[in-house]
DNA sequence: TAAGGCCATGTAACCGGTTACGATAAAGTT
DNA sequence: AACTTTATCGTAACCGGTTACATGGCCTTA
């Protein structure tokens, strides 16, 4: 493997030349700069990339730690942050935290010299473990969390108001019983959605203690939920679940079991996964532009990487759209439903 | 920033004991090693995995170079390259070639000090690119592409073999007329599902020349497939697509138009996204195991990494196993369709 | 023709670690 | 007590680039 010093001895110049003859200064001879590169090509010489970032004290990368890999949210994640990463050159380094605290630790300080910024998700639990590994000397932008008591910039999903609206659509279109099916209890996003649940049905069905079944954002969660709705034990008109997957798991044993729905439950979910418009009957949802959450994170890191110093006041909250489908009786007519428009930035 | 030469100063030590202790050498005294620690711990020093890397000449990361980052697919390989690699403490440096040539190639040059190995997924057009790029310095192993004239260890799927099969399974069931919708022309697996599909209706029908209708893998021109279809030019009475979500699109086009299915059409995919089993009528397709990919892909490369010489010998082959659902008129009683059991190696 | 300026080039220090090698001191041997 | 062995430690070179500063050639200008 060439170094720069071999390139530099075949063309018969010093190493300064030929590091500014490849790097395209403007202080170098066209002759110099053609010996130079003759000897690059013979030699197929590439920088070293690690020794560059050594001295430029950059590395045109930046560190993606995500608690876990898996499921469709993630890769929308990546995929919108590469499209932002790679129209500026930059490349992406992942991390998983795999969920413990202390594989999340380690993943922080493994990229120590390795990255320019960090985009980070924390995991569900124990958020404050960021304060303690985080760097304040390098940029960092956090995932769907709410990172104002590190007074970080962050970009998150406004859960509360999400579940909300969805509850006070179903509540809207005539359901009494409207149950909620909720998500890992330690998950902060299922919590939120919860909470907005609970408002929803206090504030618009004067229902202060609303029936909550556990679930822990698997199919097979929200199927086990389901049974006890068949099974009668609980008696509901509507259910509203914490994410799409629980609510496609109910629809399944809903209709195994004979139940029509809309007709004697409607059905309501969240996040919009692809899935979401076809499984039968399709289901409502509100609707998370995933990628566009790590889009913007991204290009809030680009802005604090020229130099900008962002702060948790330059957070951006999305807030979802409700997509009325065939699940609770198909779309409104007119916006009666279509309750929160995109808003970006909290402020 | 605190640097190794800080902790030293601030141990009162020199660099070399610092580096020693730090690292957990045994020939450093229980004191020397006390006092560096603590140092470390009041200057929070994180060695700088850069310049870590430079000394040592392994970056403990490999680089992933994919053409896209799309879909569950994609997702689904790096899951399982992570998982593989997060065993071994390894970290995962992705490169994305976003379809073009000159992406590709600077992709490549860019892993160089970066990563001490490459994990690549070729485009579909122009493979030979890799030759040119390609370093025989670095460990490489090849994903989704026979790489026999690279000599490089792969892991492919046999999608031939698969299309075969499945397309055997719809002329045993009772098809007559079987079409297909065939993926991007320029696309590699397109074009070998094409040819399985092709043999198998050659060999099965005595159909030398079956109706293929073009498509590019997204959902509407399955859709648009299907509209042919419906508008009675071509007569069918199965439709095999190249891939899950072209099928899910002709599925929805056919039931808007008030065919049954498989009643008066049958329709099978291929992939076995999580999507299939959901769709209703849920969809036969051939499984491809995609994370397998990924993780397998990740094994041959940590043993190149500790020195076993791979070559495109080393290969690895998935065979798609059919899975029988409702769109074909449901599972099989016994294992009458299951045709292919996946094989490790093609040697 | 000598002094001054400009420009291309080379030398060497540096980025932040690791480690070969030699020095020093403590321990063991006879 | 004199000598060898062994363990710990420090100095300095090195990984492969970048770049501040010094050098020397050539062109100006008086």
Redesign the pocket.
Known sequence: ????????KEA????????????G?????A???AKVMAAVKKLS????S???S????KTDTIGVILPDLFGEFFSEIVRGIDLVAHGSGMHLLLGNMHGSAHETASAIRAM??RVDGLLVMPPDVEPELLSDNLDAAIPTVVLNYDATLLDLPYVAIDNYTGAYAVTRFLIERGARRVIHVAGPKHNRDARERQRGFADAMADHASERSPVILPGDFTEESGKEAARLLVAGKVPADAVFAANDVMAVGCISVLAEAGRSVPGDIAVAGFDDIPLARHVAPSLTTMQVKIDRLGSTAMTMLLRMLRGDALTASDATIFTPHLIARASTGGPVSERAGAVAAESENAG
């Open positions: 493997m060439a170094t720069l010093r071999d390139v530099a018969g110049v010093s190493v300064a030349s030929a590091s500014r003859a490849i790097n200064h403007d202080n170098v001879t002759a110099t700069t010489f590439v920088p070293h690690g020794a560059r050594l001295t430029r004290r120590r010299g």
